[in-house]
Nanobody, 127 residues
Framework: QVQLVESGGGWVQAGGSLRLSCAASGVAFRSFNIGWFRQAPGKDREFVAAIRWSDSRIICADSVKGRFTVSRDNAKNTVYLQMNSLKPEDTAVYYC????????????????????WGQGTQVTVSS
């Protein structure tokens, strides 16, 4: 099973950038699709972006397209979420999670498809 730990959150002014990291331990990290989600106060957890294990193909939520991107460094067992042009509405706790099925070709944006959640990292964007 994959264990995930997020880091890199913090406070930033609108228009700024942050890069979140999702460090993995456990076996065969490179075999799993990894997703990023976020949860704002009083709101449901929502999909942000995901990256496929095989070719690093990514999908993003419409709300972050053109501003966020995901990458992975399998040698470092780490997935990154680069967030640019941040807006106050991006304020949330950000989580990474793994699709527990290895070698899956389909990249999912469904929260229920993911497991092995990290503890989350807070991102606060001020206006």
């Amino acid at each position: 099973q994959v264990q995930l730990v997020e880091s890199g959150g913090g406070w930033v002014q609108a228009g700024g950038s942050l890069r979140l990291s999702c460090a993995a331990s456990g076996v065969a990290f490179r075999s799993f699709n990894i997703g990023w989600f976020r949860q704002a106060p009083g709101k449901d957890r929502e999909f942000v972006a995901a990256i496929r294990w095989s070719d690093s193909r990514i999908i993003c939520a419409d709300s972050v397209k053109g501003r966020f991107t995901v990458s992975r460094d399998n040698a470092k067992n780490t997935v990154y979420l680069q967030m640019n042009s941040l807006k106050p509405e991006d304020t949330a706790v950000y989580y990474c999670a793994a699709d527990p099925r290895p070698w899956v070709p389909v990249l999912s944006n469904e929260l229920a498809q993911y497991d092995c959640w990290g503890q989350g990292t807070q991102v606060t964007v001020s206006s």
